[in-house]
């Protein structure tokens, strides 16, 4: 393999893949001007279909200086943090397998994917850096601009108007008794946004709405893991509203104890009801973790119970440890059962009915055939009705679809 200097452009909030399904690494001067070009139509105020010109054009002047010199956009995820810098360096690898790296020239439009210097520096050395600066017209630039973008994040939006407008209901509705529902509302909204909660509710909510649109099985799941939860949540006020409070860490404790079967059952059914959609959008290969998933908040709720039996003193002290211990070698055993339906590195007939895309992200096909003991997939052109065989080290598995290797 001869080396090569890289322009490397980066687009660590996967912009590219979300707007024209093109997945990256997205190798080559032409391939590179045909990304920007889906990119710009698919959204002409998008900075990262221009830093990809730029980086065209870097790369003709790159040539001049360097014989060996070639382009590259990496793309990230699209929530920026720790997943898109994994997905990165997975490209990474994936460049490192088919070319020496010599070193880079990075192409940046900001700050956020500058971030990724030390992934690019573990590989090879950075030669440049230029950050493409988009220029504005003053309007453009004007802070009513800047305001009415940024209240466009949904995030931002909820922020800014969302909780101000129920404060103000609140107050007129309840006027000065409404402080402390006030004082609930911000604080709920506060820890829900500081750890990190919203967004799983908002994603649980995606998948509600989606199992409904779509008329699937799992919907009247979800729905049942919301309204257990709500009656284990009552089911513990009533057993406090009822209780002497001669002890209230006990009788809470007590309380509490009776409402774990609602949230442990609430738990199941919404894995299992991720279960079902995975086997619907042919992704069976999850199931192993939706059944690592169960067992563990099977695990967990053992635990907790005969945490709560020991403090209420209806138990031995050595019975938590027992079930500790006990719910240790069932999750190991869970683990080796899970890497059975694992199919992303083998070849299982589950492959069959996928649909075929490469690199770049154009459609090849679908597979027709998988074979385990030859090891490969057999994708047919449904224009041309040709018939390809790719063996296991040509493609993967990503996102319930194969990906042949360039």
């Known amino acids: 393999?001869?080396?090569?200097?890289?322009?490397?452009?980066?687009?660590?909030?996967?912009?590219?893949?979300?707007?024209?399904?093109?997945?990256?690494?997205?190798?080559?001067?032409?391939?590179?001007?045909?990304?920007?070009q889906k990119l710009a139509l698919a959204d002409p105020s998008e900075s990262d279909a221009n830093?990809?010109?730029?980086?065209?054009?870097?790369?003709?002047?790159?040539?001049?200086?360097?014989?060996?010199?070639?382009?590259?956009?990496?793309?990230?995820?699209?929530?920026?943090?720790l997943e898109a810098d994994r997905e990165i360096g997975r490209q990474l690898d994936k460049l490192q397998k088919n070319f020496l790296i010599d070193g880079w020239i990075l192409i940046t439009d900001g700050a956020e994917d500058a971030q990724v210097t030390p992934l690019l520096q573990s590989r090879a050395k950075i030669i440049s850096t230029e950050q493409v600066i988009i220029k504005q017209a003053a309007a453009v630039e004007s802070t009513f601009y800047t305001i009415k973008e940024a209240l466009q994040d949904p995030g931002v939006a909820r922020l800014i108007l969302g909780v101000p407008g129920i404060i103000l209901l609140l107050y007129f509705v309840l006027g000065i008794a409404s402080f402390q529902a006030i004082a609930l509302v911000a604080g709920a909204y506060l820890l829900l946004k500081g750890f990190g909660i919203e967004d799983k509710i908002f994603s649980f909510v995606r998948l509600v709405s989606n199992s409904l649109s779509e008329q699937r099985i799992s919907f009247?799941?979800?729905?049942?893991?919301?309204?257990?939860?709500?009656?284990?949540?009552?089911?513990?006020?009533?057993?406090?509203?009822?209780s002497e409070f001669i002890d209230v860490a006990i009788d809470s404790a007590g309380a509490a104890r009776t409402a774990y079967p609602f949230f442990m059952f609430a738990a199941l059914i919404a894995i299992a009801a991720g279960g079902t959609d995975a086997?619907?959008?042919?992704?069976?290969?999850?199931?192993?973790?939706?059944?690592?998933?169960?067992?563990?908040?099977?695990?967990?709720?053992?635990?907790?119970?005969?945490?709560?039996?020991?403090?209420?003193?209806?138990?031995?002290?050595?019975?938590?440890?027992?079930?500790?211990?006990?719910?240790?070698?069932?999750?190991?055993?869970?683990?080796?059962?899970?890497?059975?339906?694992?199919?992303?590195?083998?070849?299982?007939?589950?492959?069959?009915?996928?649909?075929?895309?490469?690199?770049?992200?154009?459609?090849?096909?679908?597979?027709?055939?998988?074979?385990?003991?030859?090891?490969?997939?057999?994708?047919?052109d449904p224009k041309t009705k040709k018939k390809t065989e790719k063996k296991r080290s040509e493609f993967t598995l990503s996102q319930g679809r194969i990906v042949v290797n360039a």
């Open 1 to 36: 393999m001869k080396k090569k200097v890289f322009v490397v452009c980066i687009d660590r909030d996967n912009d590219l893949g979300r707007k024209t399904k093109i997945l990256g690494p997205v190798i080559g001067r032409e391939r590179n001007l045909e990304a920007a």
């Open 51 to 81: 830093t990809m010109f730029a980086a065209v054009k870097k790369l003709d002047e790159a040539q001049k200086l360097y014989k060996n010199a070639e382009i590259v956009t990496l793309t990230g995820a699209g929530k920026i943090g």
């Open 220 to 242: 009247v799941m979800y729905v049942a893991a919301i309204i257990l939860p709500l009656i284990g949540i009552w089911i513990i006020y009533l057993k406090i509203m009822s």
């Open 279 to 380: 086997v619907y959008a042919k992704k069976a290969y999850k199931i192993g973790n939706y059944l690592i998933q169960a067992v563990s908040i099977i695990c967990v709720w053992a635990i907790i119970d005969a945490g709560t039996l020991v403090f209420l003193r209806q138990a031995e002290l050595s019975w938590l440890p027992a079930n500790i211990m006990l719910s240790f070698i069932i999750l190991i055993i869970a683990l080796r059962l899970g890497k059975v339906f694992d199919v992303r590195e083998r070849t299982t007939k589950l492959f069959v009915g996928l649909n075929a895309m490469d690199e770049a992200g154009n459609y090849l096909g679908k597979v027709v055939e998988a074979s385990k003991i030859r090891n490969l997939i057999i994708i047919q």
